[in-house]
């Protein structure tokens, strides 16, 4: 998001937290191919909470003035310009996926992920690599953010190339595709008719997410 990665900020606003949650629209999209046909799977039971030591004002503010360009007030004093880096966690159930193939395919999916033993797939938010960009026109802001995943049992470290949108004062959008490979979370890729459907070891993770201000933020 626009927030993650500005580092220091002013007295008032570290009394101030904001918590943004994650609405009911918000997807998680895993696409991938096999020897027969692609196939996808679309959940949308995702949890989680993105807290910011800044209050909602002071946020609107710093974008206020990056995208009206009105950056001179924070010439002698930077630090007004900035808020600190999020805390964030994303869930989501194995089991809430519903899958292009019917209860077949989401049956192999569970397994595949070992969903007995690891029901959630899970995403924590560790930081921000490189700057923040800023397309004016679009009203979109780009930044690659690191993370841990933890998928069917097995935590990785990723690095995640994440477009942010502020919809309205109180909700934004972040959006992220993550190629991913099964091998390196220890999953065996699912087969199906006695081996005859082979799915491709390399899957697409498309995150979609709408963040509200949560009440009471």
Sequence with gaps: MFAIGLAAVSQDSVAQVTRL???PQSTLVLTGSSNLAPWKCRGTSLNGVMEVDASIAKINEVIDRVEDGNM???MSEPSA??????????????????????????????????????????FRFTGISGSIGHDMDAGLYGAIVTG????????????????????SHERFRL???IPLRMRDFGITAPTAL??????????????????????NA
């Design 81 to 122: 310009g900035r808020f600190p880096q999020p805390r964030f966690e994303l869930n989501l159930p194995v089991r809430a996926f519903r899958c292009t193939g019917g209860r077949p395919m989401e049956r192999d999916m569970r397994n595949a992920m070992r969903a007995d033993r690891n029901p959630e797939i899970r």
């Design 72 to 74: 001179s007030a924070w």
């Design 21 to 23: 949650a994650i609405s």
């Design 194 to 215: 006695f081996g005859l459907i082979r799915a491709a070891d390399s899957l697409t993770a498309e995150f979609d997410l709408t963040l509200e201000v949560a009440p």
């Design 148 to 167: 841990r995943l933890s998928l069917a049992g097995t935590e990785r470290e990723i690095e995640v190339e994440v477009t942010a949108q502020r919809l």
């Design 175 to 177: 959006r992220a595709n």
